[in-house]
Structures are given as C-alpha cells and as structure tokens.
C-alpha cells in the first residue's frame, strides 16, 4: 500500500467484493486494518465484510446525502494525519459510488490519495459480453423515468452521429430492465447488438448476449433478478442513421437560424429537437469563434 509522508495524513479507496467474498483482497483488507476510519455507504453492509475478513475498526456512513457536508472536517483531518479509507457497499469506490466530492476536496487540500484495486460490475461485464472491449463508456445508472432516460439516450445517439463509436455500459435495477430495453431498442435500433450481465461473480452468473430485440423477447418472457448490467455495442459502421450530424446541421446552419436548423434536422435523423438544437447552437459559437 503507497505510504504517506511521516505524519501526513492517507485517504485510500478501497474497492470490495460485488458478490464473492472470495474477491477481496489482502492488500484491501490490510487497508481497512491499517485505517483510523472506514467510511461507507451503509456500515450494515460493510460490518458484515469486517466480520467475515475478522477486521474490527471504526466505520462511520458517507453517502450522496451527506458527503458534501462532510468532507470539509474530514480533509482537516486528514491534514492532521488520519489514515482513512472509503468502500462502497459493492465494487469500486466513486464509480456510481458516492467519494468523489471528499476526493476532489483531499486532492485540492494536498493529501494523498490512494486505492486498492478490486472488482468493478462494469468492467467484468465487458469482458463478458463479447462486445468490443475499447473503447467504451460507463454511463452509470440510467434515468428511473422513461423521458429523461430517452432523452439521455438521444444525446448519445446524437454524439454517435457526430462521431462517436464506443460499447456503452449501464446499471440498472431488475424492475425497470425492461422499460430500459425497450428505450434503447426505440433509440438506438432493434438490432443493435447487447448484452446483459446479471449476478456476476455471484452463483447464477449470466451472461445474456443478443440484439436488443432479442434481449426484449427473452426478459420479456423471463423475470430479471439480481444485479444488472447492460451493454450495447458501437454502431456498425454502416450505420444508416449516423449520416453525419454535423454535415447536417451546418447546411442548415449556411441558410438558417439555429432554432429553424435544429427543427429541420430534428426531423430528418429521428432525434429529439432540444439535443439536436444543444449540437447546433454548440456549431455555431465554434463557427462564430473561427469567424472573430
């Protein structure tokens, strides 16, 4: 484990077990020993860890409610020299995770800051998933509404007819798997190849690969339980529908207002007007600035 300067203080982030305990490491549990203070997301969840590994120390709750309040008296003491460490009830700490904000304000206080790798759902169920490896992007968990979760997923189809190409990763809870799939399948295409992971690491481990129309059929016919992760790979490069984005948008941009282009191609690429109007009003002050 990276060790602090003599008398400063450590802040370690410490990934855990998503399902087998069997997942943690030495050098996380050494972590844990070695801390004056084990902060996490719920001390019910981490206690059961702490017994199982045989590790007794001070755990106290940090979470999306409390951590901007927080994390001022717990860089001070840090400055004043406190070892402490940061799990999240399950993988990696920060990612979905609360511990960003206390990270963000160690780094800009000058503590060291540290981790100990471990499991990640997101990572695992992209080797998993057969689908292109690299890039990719974590999105983290989707919208729990059907219009902010469309809308989420119209501004990265918007970024893929402006040139992304990436295998895009989410969490997602079993209730609402199904309403997810079929927003992505009305967004992004039936066809579109996917994945589904489910209880990875876990004793039913699956791996449910296919379009997103197949993968709608068998969720639709069978109850998704566990913990849920889901994949879609890039689209194929003879995507029809990413017919440049950009292009478009500057045609309309030569003869248009910004408001009457993004209402013109809005139409003509199947996307929401508002994302398409944020890409053309974003074209126009890059153009304006080239102008100046």
């Not at 992304?164 to 990763?169: G, K, P």
Request: aromatic fraction near 4%; charged fraction near 25%.
């Amino acid at each position: 484990m990276r060790q602090a300067d003599d008398g400063a203080g450590l802040l370690t982030l410490v990934a855990t077990p998503i399902g087998n305990l069997g997942d943690f490491s030495t050098r996380g549990a050494d972590a844990l020993a070695r801390a004056d203070l084990v902060l996490c997301e719920d001390t019910r969840t981490t206690a059961k860890l702490l017994r199982a590994k045989g590790l007794s120390v001070r755990t106290e709750p940090l979470h999306d409610h409390n951590e901007a309040q927080r994390a001022p008296a717990l860089v001070e003491r840090l400055l004043a020299g406190a070892r402490i460490a940061v799990v999240s009830d399950a993988g990696t700490p920060l990612m979905s995770d609360p511990g960003f904000r206390l990270v963000r304000a160690a780094i800009d206080a000058g503590v060291t800051v540290t981790a100990v790798p471990g499991a990640n759902a997101a990572v695992i169920a992209l080797t998993l998933s057969g689908l292109p490896p690299h890039p990719f992007m974590f999105v983290g968990f989707a919208p729990p509404r059907s219009a902010a979760r469309r809308d989420g997923f119209s501004r990265l189809r918007a970024a893929e007819q402006a040139g992304l190409s990436a295998t895009l990763i989410w969490h997602e809870a079993p209730h609402r798997l199904r309403d997810m799939l079929a927003d992505l399948a009305d967004v992004f295409g039936p066809e579109r190849p996917a994945a589904v992971a489910r209880e990875l690491t876990k004793r039913f481990e699956e791996v449910r690969r296919g379009t997103l129309s197949e993968l709608q059929r068998w969720f639709g016919a069978t109850e998704p339980r566990g913990e849920i992760t889901v994949l879609i790979g890039p689209a194929p490069q003879d995507d029809a529908g990413a017919a440049d984005l950009d292009t478009l948008l500057r045609e309309a941009l030569a003869t248009n207002s910004v408001k009457d282009a993004a209402t013109l191609v809005a139409t003509t690429v199947a996307l929401p007007r508002r994302t398409v109007y944020a890409r053309a009003l974003e074209l126009a002050r890059t153009r304006a600035a080239g102008e100046e």
